[in-house]
Each structure stands twice: as C-alpha cells, then as structure tokens.
C-alpha cells in the first residue's frame, strides 16, 4: 500500500536525476555524486516510480531522456529556479547592505557626528537608505512604539535615570 510519503520528491532524488541528465551516465554521475552505481539506479527508479513513468531510455549503450524525462528535467529546473529566487528575496530582506534604516534624533542633539556616521555608511553601503529624523522627545517614543522608526537616538532625563539606577 502506497502512502502518501511515497509520492514526495526529495531534493536529493531531484540532485541526483539532474546529475545522470547532465552527463548520461550512471557511472559518472554516480561518482560525481559520491555514491555508488546501485544507489544511483534505485534513487532513479524510485522517481520514475512516482512519476510514473520512465524517465530514461537506453539506445546500446547511449542513455537518453525520455519524453516524460525532459518534462521531469524542464520542472525541476523552474522548481529550483524558484527556491533560487526565494532564497534571494529572504536573503535581500535580511541583509544588512540593503533596505532602508529609519532613524529618530533627539532635535537638541547636535547632529553632525550622525550626519558624518551616515555619509560613511551609505558610502560602504549605497544600497541602504537611510532617513534620519529630527524629533522631540514624545514624537521618538510614539514612532518607535509603533514601529515608525528602527532606532532612537536620545539621551534619557535625568529623572529616568535616577529611576534605572535603583533598578
């Protein structure tokens, strides 16, 4: 009885069928794969079960993809693509050279030492934008509570820090 497990393509069965379609040989892919001759033909036949159909033909000696095996071939290239291309947009969304950084400065601070920070950073990072933010006190903590800027730039009162100093 066939479970539902048995029907699931697994990336390395997928690596596997690529590596016998780019070179047409067992042998070879199989020692390009690091593993040996058999377990390349049992990964293939187990595809092709779950296909259902044979993926590979043999004329002689010479192997060739069958009609179902370029089908096969041409979807697990748009599949990996994919993963490829999703891979990418987390890795951009994640990155710290790219996207944009808002930042909130405490107006009565002097800002020079931050605008010089910022000039050097985009210069290292262009792809990054970065929005600084001159602010009273009450505008920085509403924009950070609701999640309008990344970070604040701001000293603390000084009866806020008598307050953390008994903590």
């Known amino acids: 009885?066939?479970?539902?497990?048995?029907?699931i393509f697994s990336s390395k069965t997928l690596n596997y069928f690529l590596q016998l379609a780019d070179t047409m040989n067992?042998?070879?892919?199989?020692?390009?794969l690091g593993i040996t001759q058999p377990?390349?033909?049992?990964?293939?036949?187990?595809?092709?079960?779950?296909?259902?159909?044979?993926?590979?033909?043999?004329?002689?000696?010479?192997?060739?993809?069958?009609?179902?095996?370029?089908?096969?071939?041409?979807?697990?290239h748009e599949v990996y693509d994919i993963l490829n291309a999703a891979t990418d947009e987390i890795q951009q969304t994640t990155s710290a050279t790219i996207g944009k950084i808002r930042i909130g400065l405490l107006s009565s601070i002097e800002d020079k030492v931050f605008t010089d920070f910022?000039?050097?950073?985009?210069?290292?990072?262009?792809?990054?934008?970065?929005?600084?933010?001159?602010?009273?006190?009450?505008?920085?903590?509403?924009?950070?509570?609701?999640?309008?800027?990344?970070?604040?730039?701001?000293?603390?009162p000084d009866e806020s820090i008598k307050k953390l100093e008994t903590l």
């Open 1 to 7: 009885m066939k479970t539902k497990s048995d029907n």
């Open 26 to 32: 067992y042998t070879q892919a199989a020692q390009l």
């Open 39 to 76: 377990a390349l033909t049992q990964q293939i036949k187990k595809l092709e079960r779950i296909a259902g159909a044979p993926l590979f033909y043999s004329v002689g000696k010479k192997l060739h993809l069958s009609d179902a095996g370029k089908t096969m071939l041409r979807t697990t």
């Open 118 to 156: 910022i000039i050097n950073y985009f210069n290292k990072f262009p792809d990054v934008e970065i929005a600084l933010m001159m602010l009273p006190r009450n505008e920085i903590w509403e924009k950070l509570e609701n999640n309008k800027i990344d970070l604040a730039i701001m000293y603390l």
